[in-house]
């Protein structure tokens, strides 16, 4: 059960961060036109 | 304006130096016929403050140089 | 007659415009009050900030707008007060009712951008600002003489009492029923002439009559590189011709527009305008100090010294008592949970890697509470006027200081805050110096290892040597980022000094609620950013650190098991993969991984060593991972694995080395975003790991060679 937990736990962490780096990446090109401050 | 001395007014009389320069001088009021006054020079010798239209801005001794200021004599 | 196919129940468009230093923040905070949502790490009124605000049956959602002189933009801020005024910003829609913020003391220059913002047609308000300093001065404004100066409503106010505000809310909501502004006085006859083909084009452009009669006008005066010239090409030739037209009559077309437009606001300041006593002078004895030529800088360096001060000796109970609550709570919880896994993911993962970001928030407050008194109370130009010389010597501009200065806290806003900075080599050459001010992140790091090793004796009677220490590493990121500054100045991005025409704002008390309200903000910002990132990663670091789980031979002692099991982690092999590149630099695979791992942000390299150390509450002044790092022993040779040498080559390691990607993005995005700010992102990552490395390797080599090994 706990191990069960643990591994729910990891793997939503990796998933969030895995979305985190992919929004960058999809944003990459999104510079000049940042600038009005509609990035997050 | 780079050589009046602490305290001095006067008035401008012409603003010379590159049309940006002419331009951002004038937008804040440094126009020819307006009333200045050399407040106080920085610790090391530049900037300048100058009182222009009740605002107080910060000058560059080499951007003071190019405006041309008509001396008020202290009467 | 009000304009517009939309309900009435939709929201009101408004925008906050105005000059910098008239309180339109202030202003923003009192008609919006807890309202607001800061939409990007924040700076220096440079980012966009939006709030909400009831206007009777109405909503209406309310823009602050960064502070601008003109609508001819000069630096990127401005730029986007210009587009998004002018409906031709590709993020905002144009905005159905402007606010400008009129500063009562100054209000000869306010009116200049005034004056241009009547010309754009929309429905627009006067808020006649700090009217109560201006009383104080000695001076008597009509707001009705005014109103009929300018054919727009102007409203008296002093936003930091909330007076006027009930009527500026009213005259909001109205002034969409009101007749259009238009330019109140007219041209004279030659100008018009030259002007009238200009003109035209832009009409045929689609501009409404009276945004196009600006746009000439601005446009005559407005530097070769101006968007709306860039974008229409073929209004060039026509510029050039007005311009020549306009010589030919006696007058100069750098400064036509602000002529004419001084003309009708001398006018208007006779009429309107009374001045009754010459005023107070006690900011002019304060000035006198501030600003003279042995007190001034000495009361600089002195406040400096506060604020390191503050930051580090004052935080330093709170960040105590946060450190407390955190190790009570993590344990409580602890206890509750079975042993094994589960309780180890929440202790060493989760609570090493939440504790080690909250711990931070006391001195992050600090840090931009002491910002923002400095800012609000007008010492930051003062400090930019001090500073001038200096900063040229380097190559930068005064103006750059303020960044530079908020790298201390935090190089992300700091990075934003550029924004003031106009010319672009100037920009990028601050951007790309700024983490090398220390950052806050770097202090847990500095604090553990000098805490460590370090030993706490006494300088000369009274300076610690703990202190000096760190303060060392600071001057020493200091410094280099200004000669690094002077050496791209001088090679890659060489280019001629611009104006320095700065404002000097009036003295004034902080208001405490805005105050409060902005440091509120950004810690709240700081908090959910770091905390969901470093929550995360510390869970997968957690992960990484723990499986695949080795069966550890029989009787080995619980601590060297621990060990056995962490290098047969994924971390421990990519650890012992690299330790050949740290070795020389006196590092070993522990300190070589979490100096990885703290890519993400620099504080996880704490919490990472934590995790290795099998330490659950390891913060930097947690007694059991220093006792653990002073104990701990290299392996082969049985030797301590860390000395102070070691110690020392790693906090220089992490003065250069910049290890935080969000440092990374925002440089990207802000350096031009796409390939060219990656571009510029990768070379900074690049140079500053270089340095870091040889920095380190001379450190630690050098001081084996002395035989302080």
């Given amino acids: 059960m706990a191990s069960l937990i643990v591994a729910l736990a990891v793997a939503a962490a990796a998933v969030y961060l895995a979305r985190r780096v992919w929004h960058a990446w999809r944003r990459r090109n999104d510079g000049a036109a940042c600038r009005g401050g509609c990035c997050h | 304006m780079a050589s009046l001395s602490p305290g001095a007014r006067g008035r401008v009389r012409r603003v010379e130096g590159q049309a940006e320069l002419q331009r951002r001088l004038a937008e804040l009021g440094i126009l020819p016929g307006a009333r200045v006054e050399l407040v106080r020079v920085a610790p090391l010798g530049d900037p300048l403050e100058v009182r222009v239209r009740g605002t107080l801005l910060t000058l560059r001794r080499r951007e003071a140089a190019c405006i041309e200021i008509e001396p008020e004599v202290a009467a | 007659m009000s304009g517009g196919a939309r309900a009435a129940t939709a929201p009101l468009r408004v925008a906050l415009v105005g000059n910098p230093n008239t309180g339109k923040s202030t202003l923003f905070n009192a008609l919006t009050g807890l309202r607001q949502k800061v ?52 993020h905002a829609p144009p905005p159905d009712v402007i606010v400008a913020v009129v500063d009562a003391v100054h209000l000869e220059r306010n009116l200049f951008l005034c004056s241009q913002l009547l010309e754009l ?52 909501a109205r002034a969409p029923e009101l007749p259009r502004p238009q330019r109140p006085w007219s041209l004279p006859d030659d100008v018009a002439a030259a002007l009238q083909p200009l003109q035209r084009a832009l009409e045929n452009l689609g501009y409404a009559r009276g945004v196009a009669a600006f746009e000439a006008l601005r446009l005559i005066g407005a530097p070769d590189d101006d968007p709306r010239l860039t974008a229409h090409p073929e209004l ?65 360096l002195l406040l400096m010294g506060l604020l390191f001060q503050a930051i580090f000796a004052w935080a330093e109970p709170v960040m105590n ?40 928030v006391p001195q992050i407050a600090i840090l931009f509470l002491f910002l923002g008194l400095l800012e609000d109370s007008g010492y930051m130009a003062r400090a930019a006027f001090l500073l001038d010389r200096l900063m040229r010597g380097v190559g930068l501009p005064g103006r750059a200081f303020v960044p530079l200065l908020s790298g201390y806290a935090c190089a992300v806003p700091a990075v934003l805050a550029t924004r003031t900075i106009e010319d672009r080599r100037d ?34 009677g009274w300076i610690s040597l703990q202190g000096l220490t760190l303060l060392g590493m600071y001057l020493l990121g200091t410094g280099t980022a200004l000669g690094v500054a002077a050496l791209f100045k001088r090679t890659l991005l060489r280019g001629r000094p611009r104006p320095l025409i700065l404002e000097l704002p009036p003295y004034r008390w902080p208001n405490p609620r805005t105050l409060v309200v902005q440091v509120g903000h950004r810690v709240a910002l700081f908090l959910r950013r770091a905390g969901t990132v470093i929550l995360a990663l510390s869970v997968v670091l957690w992960a990484l650190a723990t499986y695949p789980r080795a069966r550890v031979p029989a009787g080995t002692p619980p601590g060297q098991a621990s060990e056995f099991q962490l290098e047969q982690s ?54 059991a991972l220093r006792d653990k790092l002073r104990a701990a022993r290299d392996p082969a040779t049985g030797r301590p694995a860390y000395t102070p040498l070691v110690a020392f080559a790693l906090m220089v390691f992490y003065v250069y080395a910049l290890m935080c990607v969000s440092t990374i993005a925002v440089v990207a995005r802000e350096t031009g975003g796409g390939r060219i700010g990656w571009r510029w992102a990768a070379f900074q990552f690049a140079f500053m790991l270089a340095l870091a490395y040889v920095a380190a390797l001379l450190v630690y080599q050098g001081g084996r060679a002395l035989g302080w090994g």
């Fill in chain 3, 236 to 300: 060039c030739p026509l510029r050039t011709e007005a311009q020549r037209q306009l010589r030919a009559a006696g007058r100069n077309p750098a400064s036509v527009e602000a002529e004419l437009r001084y003309a009708w606001i001398d006018d208007v300041v006779r009429r309107a305008v009374r001045r009754e006593h010459p005023g107070r002078r006690w900011t002019d004895r304060i000035e006198a100090v501030v600003l003279h030529r042995v007190a001034g800088p000495i009361l600089f």
């Fill in chain 3, 427 to 460: 920009r990028l050459a601050t951007i790309l110096v700024i983490p090398f001010m220390s950052c806050s992140a770097r202090l847990p790091i500095y604090t553990l290892l000098i805490g460590t090793f370090v030993p706490a004796v006494s300088v000369a």
């Fill in chain 3, 39 to 90: 939409a990007n790490y924040p700076g220096v009124t440079v980012e966009r900030i939006e709030g909400r605000l009831r206007l009777g049956d109405r909503v209406a959602t309310v823009v602050d707008l960064p502070g601008t002189y003109s609508l001819t933009a000069q630096s990127p801020d401005e730029a986007i007060a210009l587009e998004t005024l002018e409906g031709t910003s590709p």
């Fill in chain 3, 321 to 360: 008592v946060v450190e407390s609550v955190v190790n009570s709570l993590g344990w409580a919880i602890a206890s509750l949970l079975p042993l094994g896994e589960l309780r180890s993911l929440w202790t060493d993962g989760i609570v090493a890697g939440v504790g080690a970001v909250l711990v931070f």
């Fill in chain 3, 570 to 623: 994924v971390l421990g092999r990519a650890g012992r993969a690299i330790e050949p590149l740290v070795r020389p630099i006196g590092f070993d695979w522990k300190i070589g991984v979490s100096i990885l791992s703290s890519l993400a942000a620099r504080e996880v390299f704490v919490s990472t060593m934590g995790t290795i150390y099998g330490v659950g509450d390891a913060t930097e002044t947690s007694p």
């Fill in chain 3, 121 to 172: 047609g929309r429905p627009m308000v006067v808020a006649l600002n700090q009217v109560d300093l201006a009383a104080a001065a000695g001076l008597r404004i009509d707001p009705v003489e005014l109103t009929l100066a300018l054919g727009v409503p102007v409203v008296a106010t002093v936003a930091t009492r909330g007076e006027g505000l009930d009527l500026l809310r009213h005259a909001i």
